[in-house]
């Protein structure tokens, strides 16, 4: 299979690059660490390319699409992975700037990495988008509403990309469940640790989301045994 993952230089993207290319498949990876990306470069040769690219910025994606297309045609597998999350706060003291940055990678890089990718998969006529939530797009809580807002956002356009694909493809809105990432460190500092590991995640994650098909489109789904 042909892999396209965002948020590749730490956390799930990582995990998840390192259990597909492991277990034989092509991965072409972005991240915003240009000395990560060069790690996975050094580690890992062609036919895996990674590139330092910041997804809000649609030049920069539409670059990186026309190069990775070119190499290794449209992939059978589009992940949006790539995130941020707001430092715990109550919504009135989020600043506007830090509002901005989670909504311009949460959603708007989200779109520009479809828009990028998803016509030649179209023109294939198969594939699969899978744009990862989380268990705050289909819940809330405190102090996160910026990101809740745009997970919320990110189940709404993938349900809606969903019905505007042809028959044969899939998008697929997919919480991870509680993983021990920086982003969850961020907001419980003190019980993250108790949580599973990326690595260990991807175990089960990296097959879960090659069992994705059409037969799953539009359908909300979650990496079985890490719901927390």
Known sequence: MNIVIT???????????EWFIANGH??????????AIFDFR???SEPHSFDAVDVTLPVKVALWSERVLGSMGPPDFLINNAGLINKPAPLWKVSADEMGKVVSVNIIGVANVIRAFVPAMVERGSGVIVNLSSGWGRSASAEVAPYCATKWAIEGLTKALAAELPSGMAAVP??????DTDMLRTCFPDT???????DEWAKQAGPFILGLG???NGRSATVGGFEG
């Open 174 to 179: 997919l919480s991870p469940g509680v993983i």
């Open 192 to 198: 993250a640790s108790s949580y599973a590991k990326p």
């Open 7 to 17: 948020g590749v230089t730490r956390g799930l993207g990582r995990a998840l690059a």
């Open 214 to 216: 059409p037969g799953d």
């Open 26 to 35: 092509t991965v072409a990876g972005c991240g915003r660490s240009g000395p």
């Open 42 to 44: 050094f580690t890992h």
